[in-house]
C-alpha cells in the first residue's frame, strides 16, 4: 500500500516556565490521519473526520520546544488544517 507522509516542524519558544501558558492546538480537516509530535515525542493521532484539540502544555518544557505535524494519507488528495492557541 502507497502512503504519503507529508510534514511541517515548528518551532515554539516560551519565554518564562513552560506551564505559565496554555498552549492549544486545533486540528481539523484530516485527510487521511495527522500524528502530533512534541519535542520528538508522539501525542496524538488525529484522523479522518475527526475535529481534535491537544492540550500542548503539558508537553512543553522551559525554553525550545518543537511541534512536528506529520500527515499520512493513503489515497490521492489531501487537506488538514491547524490552529495553535
Avoid: P
Wanted: proline content about 0%; hydrophobic content about 40%.
Amino acid at each position: 500500500m502507497f502512503r504519503r507522509v507529508l510534514g511541517a516542524a515548528l518551532s515554539l519558544a516560551l519565554a518564562g516556565a513552560a506551564h505559565a501558558s496554555t498552549w492549544n492546538l486545533h486540528l481539523s480537516g484530516i485527510d487521511d490521519s495527522m500524528d502530533v509530535y512534541v519535542n520528538g515525542s508522539l501525542v496524538y493521532t488525529c484522523t479522518f473526520g475527526q475535529t481534535c484539540s491537544v492540550k500542548l502544555s503539558r508537553y512543553l518544557v522551559s525554553g525550545a520546544n518543537t511541534l512536528e505535524l506529520r500527515l499520512s494519507n493513503t489515497q490521492s488528495g489531501w487537506t488538514f488544517n491547524y490552529k495553535i492557541l
